[in-house]
């Protein structure tokens, strides 16, 4: 089956009860046992419910897995992977990492006594250099947020099967409309699917998918043991968002492009960061491990002016000001007063967050209206 058939059809079929074409939303935290243990497969919603059971196939199918696993968010589910250590283990992790995924890293699980080292990955082998008998985990994202970085996943792979670490990849930003790390050797993907898989600003919700199953066992057992999962409805909404993923994530691409290359050619833009052009750093490998390379990009503009980038996110009509990405609708932020606010300006300035940086997750609205409205905030 090809991609755009399992977002619809993969895992999934009609529902036992009434043939449902939909999975019902089975808002239920209990199921009626014949004798104690005599159930039908569920015995309480925490450790299984069906309409997520089916939102977790779809997850697997999609990214090419065998084992798909839901979270009420994508904090929770990264959460859950780092519950796979203990104290005296070593991360390794890219360092201009979603803020979110930092702050648990640093203020939740280093309390717990594992140490994280967060290593430019631009170039794969700098991992190893950080790499003793302690370290069990490499975390990725790619690309970077939101600096549009990219990391060779098969190279980070090969790092880690040679020493037996695991390789968790961030999949938030690509989507496996754009790329499949588990196919590229990666052991754990994660997603926010808050972001393109529930794809309509409606939902809060994280995810993992795994091949191997004594790692998927583990990841259960934590998902029932410490209990962060989502809901029946949450899961019917993104269920439905996966359906429509690759019509969206065409759209998302072909708007993207057109949109760096016209911030490209303003005389007022200093700087675009977008995979898609020659002179990105990583071009080769994104055009290698992505089939397209997606709706998000960042612009700095001349002068770097702090407040001039405030005023031009505020003169934006079809763009939001808003966090978050991935939604049909395309949204604005300037990381230095939001995102990134709360990292020092000489820190945040090292990874190129600068004053005037400005980033864009393009919606699928009109081309034409969306370059427009960049031309007049802009002018
Ligand atoms: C949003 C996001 C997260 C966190 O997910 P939540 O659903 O907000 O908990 C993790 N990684 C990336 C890349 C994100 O964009």
Known sequence: MKFNTKTIHGKQHPDVAYGAVMPPIYQTSTYAQTTPGGN??????????PTRHALENAFASIENGTFGLAFG?????????????????????????????????????????????????????????????????????TPTNPMLNIIDIKATASIAKKHNILLAVDNTFATPYLQQPLDLGADIIMHSATKYIGGHSDLVMGA????????????????????????????????????????????????????????????????????????????DIAKSQM?????????????????????????????????????????????????????????????GVVDSLIRLSVGIEDEEDLINDLKQALG
């Open 40 to 49: 039908k497969g569920y015995e309480y919603s925490r450790t299984h419910n």
């Open 73 to 141: 968010s994508g904090l929770a589910a990264i959460d859950a992977v780092l519950k796979l250590l203990k104290p005296g283990d070593e991360v390794i992790s890219t360092n201009d990492l979603y803020g979110g995924t930092y702050r648990l890293f640093t203020s939740i699980f280093e309390d717990f006594g594992i140490k994280f080292h967060f290593v430019g990955m631009s170039n794969a082998s700098n991992i190893e250099n950080y790499i003793n008998n302690n370290t069990k985990l490499i975390w990725v994202e």
């Open 208 to 283: 993992l998918v795994v091949n191997d199953k004594e790692l998927a066992d583990k990841l259960y057992f934590i998902q029932n043991a410490s209990g962060a999962i989502c809901g029946p409805q949450d899961s019917f909404l993104a269920l439905r968002g996966i359906k429509t993923l690759h019509v969206r994530m065409q759209r998302h691409c072909e708007n993207g492009k057109a949109i760096a290359k016209y911030l490209a050619t303003h005389p007022k833009v200093e700087n675009v960061y977008w995979p898609g052009f020659k002179n990105h750093p990583n071009h």
């Open 291 to 351: 089939k397209d390379f997606g709706g998000m990009l960042s612009f700095t503009t001349k002068g770097n002016n702090y407040e001039e980038a405030i005023k031009l996110v505020e003169n934006l009509k079809i763009f939001t000001l808003a966090e978050s990405l991935g939604g049909v609708e395309s949204l604005a932020g300037h990381p230095a007063s939001m995102t990134h606010a709360s990292i020092p300006k000489e820190e945040r300035e090292k990874t």
